[in-house]
């Protein structure tokens, strides 16, 4: 059973930067795509940013574009997002999750492309 652990949210003020990293094990075969979701109170889940796996290519949601930069290190079968610049409105609960679906890589935004998922860490961005 493939599992996936986020650690490293936080409380930060604007301007301010964080790193979120996401452990992901249990696993047969390497996933797909690993990609980072926000949910925020009353709002549907946004895919943030997504990696896919075998060649590195990287997708990021235009809001996070330039602030946010999401790398995997594959010794450690860990991905990591890197905040920068963060604004009020990124507060969320971001999520990580596992693609085993082949179309993960033109719809790395969509949640439902995504097998297995993280129990989340918080990131609150006071102004």
């Known amino acids: 059973q493939v599992q996936v652990v986020e650690s490293g949210g936080g409380s930060v003020q604007a301007g301010g930067s964080l790193r979120l990293s996401c452990a992901y094990f249990?696993?047969?075969?390497?996933?797909?795509?690993m990609g980072w979701f926000r949910q925020a109170p009353g709002k549907e889940r946004e895919g943030v940013a997504a990696?896919?796996?075998?060649?590195?290519?990287?997708y990021y949601t235009d809001s996070v574009k330039g602030r946010f930069t999401i790398s995997q290190d594959n010794a450690k079968d860990t991905v990591y997002l890197q905040m920068n610049s963060l604004k009020p409105e990124d507060t969320a609960m971001y999520y990580c999750?596992?693609?085993?679906?082949?179309?993960?890589?033109?719809?790395?935004?969509?949640?439902?492309?995504?097998?297995?998922w993280g129990q989340g860490t918080q990131v609150t961005v006071s102004s």
């Open positions: 999750a596992a693609s085993f679906s082949p179309a993960c890589g033109s719809r790395y935004d969509a949640p439902n492309e995504y097998n297995y």
């Open positions: 249990g696993y047969t075969y390497s996933p797909i795509c």
């Open positions: 990696t896919y796996t075998s060649v590195g290519t990287t």
